[in-house]
T-cell receptor
């Protein structure tokens, strides 16, 4: 059974700082990995999707990497802003199509 | 596109009542997912459909839960009878094509069972 862990559970940084969020998974037989953002009381917004054959994906200030063999992904946020404050979730999709989510990292960026 | 549409957005009901949650996926998407989110268990996949056919319902907690997808543009998740421990936010998501593509989430239905 796939297990997904996100560390840390919460992170607080000053505005402008670069930061890294971590996601680890136990079963490396994945199809892809997707990073989401969730604002309080809202749904999930897709940020980046990395296929199992890819090493990284970039969108604006966000860069996600994937090391399938070691069961790890990181989400790098450059020059953080208060508007980046949210909970970030990673989801690992297995070959059967089912996704397993981590519990998320709650990020607070202080002005 | 309006995105994934869910209704109602909030539902408060008494224990024992039937609850029906509705979802309209993004037009053209042929996979649909129902998730439940709670503080205790995080986000859990309940069931997912591909081309209107249930593929994996192993996450459905009990027989009180059932889901249908009568056509490509509509799905329901029903709880009968509801219990207080069913209180959660229920999300519907969809994606186009196969598992390679991104999942898009609806705004969720916040269910409170008293």
């Amino acid at each position: 059974k796939q297990e997904v862990t996100q560390i840390p559970a919460a992170l607080s940084v000053p505005e402008g700082e670069n930061l890294v969020l971590n996601c680890s998974f136990t079963d490396s037989a994945i199809y892809n990995l997707q990073w989401f953002r969730q604002d309080p009381g809202k749904g999930l917004t897709s940020l980046l999707l990395i296929q199992s054959s890819q090493r990284e994906q970039t969108s604006g200030r966000l860069n996600a990497s994937l090391d399938k063999s070691s069961g790890r992904s990181t989400l790098y946020i450059a020059a953080s802003q208060p508007g980046d404050s949210a909970t970030y979730l990673c989801a690992v999709r297995g070959n059967a199509g089912k996704s397993t989510f981590g519990d998320g990292t709650t990020l607070t960026v202080k002005p | 596109d309006a995105g994934v549409i869910q209704s109602p957005r909030h539902e408060v009901t008494e224990m024992g009542q039937e609850v029906t949650l509705r979802c309209k996926p993004i037009s053209g998407h042929n996979s649909l997912f129902w998730y439940r989110q709670t503080m205790m268990r995080g986000l859990e996949l309940l069931i997912y459909f591909n081309n209107n056919v249930p593929i994996d319902d192993s996450g459905m907690p009990e027989d009180r839960f059932s889901a249908k997808m009568p056509n490509a543009s509509f799905s329901t998740l029903k709880i009968q009878p509801s219990e207080p421990r069913d209180s959660a936010v229920y999300f519907c998501a969809s994606n186009q094509g196969d598992r390679a593509n991104e999942q898009y989430f609806g705004p969720g239905t916040r269910l409170t069972v008293t």
